[in-house]
């Protein structure tokens, strides 16, 4: 297929989630997670066509699909949704039952793929930073053996040698059931746990793996086989852009401060007008 040689990082990240999706999976996604979902549907409108997928939001369980948007976000799980449930019934029959892929993003992540999504800082009472919080990630990692995981933007305050808090099980002694997450994307890379600790199996193109290094709070892992991540196809592109999501909401998760909000702003003028 031909490669595309004009594409955004934002558009790499959801083509490789999309790759680590097999016809007749079943995912799950959580909230304010637009890379994942642009991954999930361009899964399903390429080489997965039996994907089913469910979300927090709504809490539906979907086969069809919407672009995505902001102002109507809801309008994907809602309006397209073959089945709604409560979180409590999702994570006692849902979860155990059909065991469905997810993509999670620490905000903290060690070496064996424990994540924190509490907060920054020891002081639970004080901490540096509060974060959105852990939603049903201690409920599924602890279980699960379909667990994946993806990061943005590749940072020293993302990947840390101990995490401040621990939310979300890795790959650890500790465990009884489940497994750690399989695999891990970043805005320069791709990673797995082959031998229980992140390890780069290909590299993003334009990246280094000495910038890898030295963005990371630890060491890191080579594969033997490590090469230059594949680029999307052209038509993988053309869907993101065209179909998918035309407003671009997928790299507001790349983005910080003035910049997310601008671009917020500017999203939801095209989608109200």
């Known amino acids: 297929m031909n490669k595309s040689s004009d594409f955004t990082i934002d558009e790499l990240i959801s083509v490789c989630i ?20 642009a991954g999930y549907i361009l899964a399903k409108c390429t080489h997965a066509p039996n994907l089913y997928f469910a979300s927090a939001i709504g809490q539906g369980v979907c086969q069809d699909w919407a672009p995505l948007g902001l102002s109507k976000i809801e309008s994907l799980w809602l309006d397209k949704a073959i089945t709604s449930f409560g979180f409590a019934r ?39 930073m509060r974060m959105p919080g852990s939603g049903g990630i201690p409920d599924v990692t602890v279980l699960s053996d379909q667990i994946y995981l993806y ?3 590749h940072s020293k305050v993302t990947f840390v040698p101990q995490l401040d808090f621990l939310s979300g099980m890795g790959h650890t002694p500790n465990r009884k059931l489940g497994k750690g ?49 594949e680029p999307p196809t052209v038509e993988e592109v053309r869907l993101l ?10 790299r507001l ?8 909000k601008d ?5 939801l003028e095209k989608e109200l007008n």
Do not use: W
């Open 181 to 229: 997450p399989h695999y891990l994307i970043t805005d320069l890379g791709q990673f797995d746990f082959a031998n229980g600790v992140m390890r780069v199996i290909s590299i993003h193109p334009g990246e280094t793996l000495e910038r890898i290094k030295a963005k990371t709070g630890f060491a890191v892992e080579v594969a033997p086989q490590c090469a230059e991540t």
């Open 18 to 37: 999309s790759r680590q999706i097999k016809d007749g999976d079943i995912v799950a996604q959580g909230i304010a997670t637009p890379l994942v979902a």
């Open 151 to 153: 990061v943005p933007r």
């Open 90 to 128: 999702a994570a006692t029959e849902l979860l155990p039952r059909l065991a469905p892929k997810e993509f999670f993003r620490p905000g903290q992540m060690d070496q064996c793929g424990n994540s924190n999504n509490i907060a920054f800082g020891a002081n639970y009472a004080k901490p540096r």
């Open 253 to 260: 998760e790349l983005l910080g401060g003035a910049a997310r």
């Open 241 to 250: 852009r065209e179909a998918i999501d035309p407003l671009g909401v997928r």
């Open 263 to 267: 671009a917020m702003r500017e999203i």
